[in-house]
């Protein structure tokens, strides 16, 4: 069996990142990037599907500049056994990618693709649907438990009114979900290993895709911060608020 995991290589969900002074992008230049978490989920679902099944290939993927490569060997380290890194200087959009991983779909013939539900970075969750579109293919979207039985995948999702159990015929898209696993922590040989790994690398040209962007920024700013706070002397005077609004 063979399964292509898609990466990508994001700012730190957990960093405050600045804002350009075009209001137009982010400035990144002294931000951490990292494996977008949905993605990393992805890797670790694979590889617990591959340790089921010791025959099985995993190769993950990656779109973007020379730096995003990371994303890919971030995944090698965790234990992926092939990586792929398609060069690309423009903005990676939902249909870009997917066009992109429809080409290499098509040359690697996987047996099952896993993604992230979205990028933290856009929050589209818009390319694995794209994707499976583009292909054809089966789709389940949201996994938060995947399980293959012969040559189909069984999965299951959150939905709003509770759980749902779709079985999808292989090969299929998965997008997954925060609940699905807990992914583990590559130790630090395999880290090692993985900067002098061998990359696959490709241009987006090469593959016939375009990737210039369809969707186009207008404007970014920042949530505005309102405070409406006063200082008190004492708890009697806390106490007489309290009362005026009701609260005593």
Not at 19 to 38: A, C, E, Q, W, Y
Not at 172 to 178: K, S
Not at 189 to 217: C, F, H, W, Y
């Amino acid at each position: 069996m063979k399964v292509l995991v898609s990466t990508k290589q994001v700012a730190d969900p957990y960093a405050r990142i600045p804002i350009n002074n075009d209001g137009l992008s982010f400035d990144l230049k002294h931000v951490r990037m990292t494996l977008n978490p949905f993605d990393e989920i992805a890797v670790e679902e694979a590889l617990l599907i591959q340790e089921k099944n010791t025959e099985s290939e995993i190769v993950a993927v990656t779109i973007g500049n020379s730096e995003s490569v990371d994303a890919v060997r971030t995944a090698l380290a965790m234990g992926v056994n092939r990586g792929i890194h398609i060069l690309s200087d423009e903005e990676v959009q939902p249909l870009g990618a997917a066009k992109v991983l429809a080409e290499i779909v098509k040359e690697e013939q996987p047996d099952l693709v896993l993604m992230g539900k979205q990028a933290v970075d856009d929050e589209s969750n818009q390319t694995g649907q794209i994707l499976a579109g583009l292909l054809d293919w089966p789709q389940a979207t949201f996994a938060s438990n995947i399980k293959i039985e012969r040559s189909d995948a069984i999965v299951e999702r959150e939905v709003d009114e509770g759980r749902e159990v779709l079985i999808v015929s292989l090969p299929a898209v998965i997008t997954v979900d925060l609940r699905l696993n807990q992914p583990r922590y590559p130790t630090l040989p395999n880290l090692l290993k993985a900067r002098k790994a061998r990359v696959e690398q490709r241009s987006a040209t090469s593959l016939g895709v375009d990737m210039r962007p369809r969707i186009k920024t207008i404007n970014i700013k920042a949530p505005e911060q309102q405070r409406d706070c006063s200082t008190i002397s004492s708890a009697a005077q806390l106490l007489e608020i309290l009362a005026e609004k009701g609260v005593l």
